[in-house]
Nanobody, 129 residues
Framework: VQLQAFGGGLVQPGDSLTLSCATSRLVLDYYAVGWFRQAPGKEREWVSCASSWEDSTYYADSVKGRFTISRERTKDAVFLQMNNLKPEDTAVYYC???????????????????????WGKGTLVTVSS
């Protein structure tokens, strides 16, 4: 299964960036899509998740109000709009998918990396002046 995150780059503090998650094998309409990130020397951290059930969205406290996750069904893609970026947002960002064919992803599980079925290659976001 090919799942790929796109759109990383070098930006300055306060800038915005939009990441995309796309796939060549899955139909993302039936999957919850989550975003995780891993900074150098740190553990992987959950960032956000969009469920395909009722378009529910979830955010980590560290990004709430700055990041927005959205789904574009016609393009079978999920986006992470990141505004007011800070140096501490620097990390490799990964998208992951959870099959929701048989039911919605539990809100209590969306933060747990092990609950996701598929992972993509990451994209590096560097926030620096």
């Amino acid at each position: 299964v090919q799942l790929q995150a796109f759109g990383g780059g070098l930006v300055q503090p306060g800038d915005s960036l939009t990441l995309s998650c796309a796939t060549s094998r899955l139909v993302l309409d039936y999957y919850a899509v989550g975003w995780f990130r891993q900074a150098p020397g740190k553990e992987r951290e959950w960032v956000s998740c969009a469920s395909s059930w009722e378009d529910s969205t979830y955010y980590a406290d560290s990004v709430k109000g700055r990041f927005t996750i959205s789904r574009e069904r016609t393009k079978d893609a999920v986006f992470l709009q990141m505004n007011n970026l800070k140096p501490e947002d620097t990390a490799v960002y990964y998208c992951a998918a959870k099959d929701e064919t048989w039911g919605a992803f539990k809100a209590t599980d969306v933060m747990t990396a092990g609950q996701y079925d598929y992972w993509g290659k990451g994209t590096l976001v560097t926030v620096s002046s």
